[in-house]
């Protein structure tokens, strides 16, 4: 059964930084792209990056453009999110999610396009 285990999130200061981590149960994290949503109370969820089965190619939502991060290691089965500079309106529930794709390049960051979730991890910026 394919899964993915978020973690890494909490309560910080605004402009402080975190790393989220997303673990892939899965049997060759390499063959999916890989995205980050979020989801603030009262809001829809929405996509905020992604990056590529092999890493070359990186997206972000105008809103984390610049302060935000997205990497992986597909030998240890895992993406980050490295977030800096926090504001109070990036206080959400952060998901991964994960699409299997033939071309290494691919980058996918709409809830429609992905196949399989994480359970989320909660992020708190607040003084």
């Known amino acids: 059964q394919k899964q993915l285990e978020e973690s890494g999130g909490g309560l910080v200061q605004p402009g402080g930084l975190l790393r989220l981590s997303c673990e892939g149960v899965?049997?060759?994290?390499?063959?999916?792209?890989i995205a980050w949503f979020r989801q603030a109370p009262g809001k829809e969820r929405e996509g905020i990056s992604c990056?590529?089965?092999?890493?070359?190619?990186?997206n972000y939502a105008q809103a984390v453009k610049g302060r935000f991060t997205v990497s992986r290691d597909n030998a240890g089965k895992t993406a980050y999110l490295q977030m800096s500079n926090l504001e109070p309106e990036d206080t959400a529930v952060y998901y991964c999610?994960?699409?299997?794709?033939?071309?290494?390049?691919?980058?996918?960051?709409?809830?429609?396009?992905?196949?399989?979730w994480g359970r989320g991890t909660q992020v708190n910026v607040s003084s």
């Open positions: 999610a994960a699409r299997p794709t033939f071309v290494p390049t691919m980058c996918y960051m709409t809830s429609k396009e992905m196949y399989f």
């Open positions: 990056v590529s089965r092999n890493g070359t190619n990186t």
């Open positions: 899965v049997d060759d994290f390499s063959l999916y792209a």
